[in-house]
């Protein structure tokens, strides 16, 4: 069974600009979940998606947005980028329901440089 | 608040000898642990994880970890470290409340391997 595939895995963007980061989980995972890796902040929640709505959204402003498809694929979008914003992005996908939900297999993620 | 202390940022042992990385967690009901591994440039591998139940867990490549509830904490261990060990390694609970979908995540600890 094929893993959680990300793409791009690496983009440069300036300032301003915005960007769309696209993660297609493991056949039959129904939850997608986004995380942000920095150096100093470390691995922070986004949001989470399970039927294409958006259950669970972390702490961060409006200019981080998401979407999940009906094959359960997920797109994140980030507008007026700014220099904090470069990170790893991470996507984790889960089974649907109960304890399997807590259950996350990673992405090999996207690396966001904003200059 | 639910929270994640890895105290230990970087830790050096030498190939063969054993192995034991900190993790603590804050939370208020039994949480959901795991350990995940982080190669550079690469995503999130599910090293282990406790849901219930056995409080020694097995995980793979070698590793097991010890919930223990009276000094909340999850601490991974492997009795031989290989060269191939090293990494960035992540301790992370889940499914706190209605919020099934995310991670909170300790800020990582980083093994490198003697020869």
């Known amino acids: 069974k094929a893993g959680v595939t990300q793409t791009p895995r690496y983009l440069i963007k300036t300032r301003g600009q915005q960007v769309t980061l696209s993660c297609s989980p493991i056949s039959g995972h129904r939850s997608v979940s986004w995380y942000q890796q920095t150096p100093g902040q470390g691995l922070q929640f986004l949001f989470e998606?399970?039927?294409?709505?958006?259950?669970n959204k972390g702490n961060f402003p409006g200019r981080f947005s998401g979407r999940q498809f009906s094959n359960s694929r997920s797109e994140m979008n980030v507008s007026t980028l700014e220099l904090g914003d470069s990170a790893l992005y991470l996507c984790?996908?889960?089974?649907?329901?109960?304890?399997?939900?807590?259950?996350?297999?990673f992405g090999p993620g996207t690396r966001l440089t904003v200059l | 608040a639910q929270s994640v202390t890895q105290p230990d940022i970087h830790i050096t042992v030498s190939e063969g000898a054993s192995l034991e990385l900190r993790c603590n967690y804050s939370?208020?009901?039994?949480?959901?642990l795991f350990w995940y591994v982080q190669s550079p440039g690469q995503g999130l591998q599910l090293l282990l994880k406790y849901f219930s139940g056995d409080t020694l867990v097995q995980g793979i490549k070698g590793f097991e970890a010890e919930f223990k509830r009276s000094q909340s904490s999850f601490n991974l261990r492997k009795p031989s470290v290989h060269w191939s060990d090293a990494a960035e390694y992540f301790c992370?609970?889940?499914?706190?409340?209605?919020?099934?979908?995310?991670?909170?995540f300790g800020k990582g600890t980083k093994l490198s391997v003697k020869p």
């Open positions: 984790a996908s889960s089974l649907a329901g109960g304890i399997s939900l807590n259950e996350q297999f």
């Open positions: 998606y399970f039927s294409e709505t958006q259950r």
């Open positions: 992370a609970v889940g499914g706190y409340g209605g919020s099934q979908g995310n991670l909170i």
């Open positions: 939370y208020g009901a039994t949480p959901y």
